[in-house]
């Protein structure tokens, strides 16, 4: 069985657990054969830590979940030198960071402090504690959360922080039909327990899906089409004036890195060998929509980042 087939029967497995979210569940996946991290956002309630959960059982690595709160220190993430009584030395105990898979639950109720000590993690995949310098695991991903409802008691994330995330996902309410199927699943769990996962990918099939969608092929009109739309948002000026007014910082070369990686690794998910325009155009909200900062105007104005870049791709032209 093909790596691509293995990862399409996970994509049917999790859409069967997560009910009426297939792009959250088509991200998760996007990210992990991405090698990035992932932000989903959403109201209480719609199974964000649920399908995070769901991926993590379907992998071989170790998974830890660390709920973020406003008391939260550096060290209950990176973890702390302990001093040993007995041979009188201190000792490095590991946080749970230094997990291969790690859920940030309600990343943005913990403060600035702990989110600094997220970025060197996220960013460089090490951990620095003191003079010494401790490399992750090359299987590892930061999957969090933060409900845009409540303001009291969280902080807004910097945008140093939002950068290092590959995607940023928005999750609605499902429809009526798939709010009965996730009663009846719960239904079912309730009295018989959740199944066991019966795919469990290992890292080196994990590190092979990588290798493969990083191969697939981009014709050089996709790849042209894919780095106006990213320079778009410095300069949407040529484009549309009002876009001027809305956009106040564009894209940083970051961004066009990610869309790239992730036009790729969705057009393996989707079983083809090379990008369309459409797979740039699938990604390119989750992609962008954190990486574009808005004016005061347009935020007066009542303009979300969507918009903007919903606008963007209506004035791009696709390469011939």
């Known amino acids: 069985m093909s790596l691509q087939h293995t990862f399409g029967e996970l994509r049917s497995q999790l859409a069967k657990r997560i009910i009426g979210q297939a792009k959250l569940v088509d991200r998760l996946l996007v990210a992990l054969l991405a090698d990035g991290h992932l932000l989903v956002e959403g109201a ?10 769901a991926l993590a059982d379907h992998l071989t690595g170790d998974f830890h979940r660390i709920q973020f709160t406003p008391d939260l220190l550096p060290s ?3 973890g702390s030198e302990i001093y040993r009584a007995e041979t009188g030395l201190f000792e490095f105990q590991r946080g749970p960071i230094f ?14 402090k702990v989110q600094s000590a997220l970025l060197e993690a996220m960013g460089e995949r090490q951990v620095s504690v003191g003079m010494r310098t401790f490399p992750l695991d090359r299987l590892f991903m930061v999957m969090a959360t933060q409900n845009p409802i409540e303001q009291e008691g969280t902080y807004p994330l910097p945008e140093a922080q939002l950068d290092r995330f590959l995607m940023h996902v928005v999750i609605g309410y499902p429809s009526a039909e798939a709010e009965q199927a996730i009663l009846h699943l719960a239904r079912s ?4 327990g959740q199944p066991a996962a019966d795919i469990r990918l290992t890292a080196d099939q994990v590190f092979e899906a990588r290798a493969q969608a990083a191969d697939v092929f981009m014709a050089e ?18 484009l549309d004036p009002e876009l001027a007014r809305w956009t106040a910082f564009g894209a940083s070369p970051r961004g066009t890195i990610a869309l790239d990686r992730c036009a790729r690794a969705m057009a393996w998910l989707d079983g083809r060998d090379y990008v369309t325009p459409d797979d740039v ?4 909200f989750d992609v962008l929509r954190h990486r574009i900062l808005l004016t005061f105007e347009a935020e007066a104005e009542g303009i979300t980042a969507d918009k903007v870049i919903q606008r963007l791709i209506d004035r791009v032209p696709v390469s011939a």
């Open 99 to 112: 997990h291969n898979l790690v859920l940030a639950d309600e990343i943005n109720r913990a403060p600035a």
């Open 189 to 192: 769990d309730y009295r018989q």
């Open 281 to 284: 155009r699938a990604v390119a």
């Open 221 to 238: 009109s996709v790849e042209q089409y894919l780095l106006a739309l990213v320079l778009a948002t410095r300069d949407p000026g040529t």
């Open 44 to 53: 209480p309630g719609l199974a964000k830590t649920t399908a995070i959960k």
């Open 76 to 78: 209950d993430v990176t």
